[in-house]
């Protein structure tokens, strides 16, 4: 049994197609929780109308990504969770390639194939990587799809727009953070379940069409940059101790740098300087968060028989960083863009 759970922000539009692949899939032992966040565009009528078969939790106003997803999982008792996008449909065979994963493989969690909804050939994401800076990077974003995407493997972690999760899992981890409210919710997960020594596996089968940023507008605007800016600062408050703020703190300001060339290319310093003070603000809440949880002290974390040592963690993160700076050398080389920056920071650091 996998209860669906789907988020929904005056996203009418899109709910249609979304839930009609769910109904078409060759795995029917199913559950679909529709958390709509407030809408205002009449999406909790329309599913009430036309699926009425829809366990729908209609809120009074919008919690964001990560309180919505944490209501639905709280509604369900299924041992497996599957945490889907509104702007998405899934190959009919999708969910079974994932139950069959969660059946054959001893992994956590499993990352689905994304693909572009419009340009098929095309990835939107084979799994997470992660940039010590702080931040994610959805491996195989804009590449073509095919050769290594093609295989199953371990990743270190999945996007929350498209992953399985077994419900013990998201026990020992905890739910996602609302206070990121949306972006790098997942990132911080993925963290928090590494520190754990959770294992994630990208199901290369499980085909997922993604449209991308439908409720937000855009990738790129003033409420994605503000939180994108906050929410990194969140992420390496929540999951640094202090001996890897020091031993990272290159990557962090060299991350925060980079982030601020491409705001001021995007001309939206305005959200950044805001989404900056509110992630210093913030900072002093989020450690408190890593001191009253962790302990101070990666060595004596233990959930459900799991320890991860720094070392181990150090080495996780690198593998991942060297998985996602991979991917953008691939994606700019096929764009015909050089990468001498990258294979300096490369051989430096990775």
């Not at 300001?253 to 982030?259: I, N, T």
């Amino acid at each position: 049994m996998i209860d669906i759970v789907i988020p929904n922000f005056n996203g009418r539009d899109l709910l249609a197609i979304c839930l009609r692949s769910i109904y078409s899939q060759s795995y029917t032992d199913w559950r679909i929780i529709l958390v709509d966040n407030g809408s205002s565009d009449g999406s909790a009528a329309f599913v009430r109308e036309h699926f009425p078969d829809v366990s729908l939790l209609a809120l009074a106003e919008n919690t964001g990504f990560s309180a919505a997803v944490n209501r639905g999982i709280e509604a369900g008792d299924a041992p497996l969770i599957f945490l889907l996008n509104n702007d998405t449909e899934l190959e009919p065979d999708c969910l079974q390639q994932l139950a069959d994963a969660a059946v054959q493989e001893p992994a956590d969690f499993f990352a689905a194939k994304m693909v572009n909804y419009h340009e098929r050939s095309l990835l939107d994401g084979a799994g997470e990587g992660y940039l010590r800076g702080g931040a994610g990077y959805r491996i195989g974003t804009m590449e073509a799809d095919g050769g290594v995407y093609n295989v199953s493997r371990q990743v270190f972690g999945a996007c929350g727009g498209a992953a399985l999760y077994r419900r013990q899992t998201l026990l020992e981890v905890g739910l996602f953070e609302p206070r990121f409210f949306a972006y790098l919710e997942d990132v911080d997960w993925n963290l928090r379940a590494a520190r754990l020594g959770k294992v994630c596996r990208y199901v290369a089968e499980a085909r997922v069409y993604h449209i991308g940023s439908a409720t937000s507008g855009s990738k790129f605007n003033d409420f994605t940059i503000r939180l994108s800016t906050r929410n990194s600062l969140f992420v390496v408050a929540r999951n640094y101790s202090r001996a890897m703020l020091l031993r990272y703190s290159l990557f962090i300001g060299l991350y925060q740098f980079f982030w601020l060339l491409f705001v001021l290319k995007k001309k939206q310093v305005r959200p950044y300087c805001r989404g900056l003070a509110e992630g210093i603000a913030g900072w002093p809440e989020m450690r408190r968060y890593y001191n009253d949880n962790n302990e101070n002290n990666e060595s004596r974390l233990r959930l459900g028989g799991a320890e991860v040592s720094p070392a181990y963690l150090q080495e996780t993160l690198r593998q991942a960083e060297e998985e996602a700076i991979s991917s953008i050398m691939r994606r700019r080389s096929a764009a015909g863009k050089q990468n001498r920056l990258l294979l300096l920071y490369q051989r430096l650091f990775l």
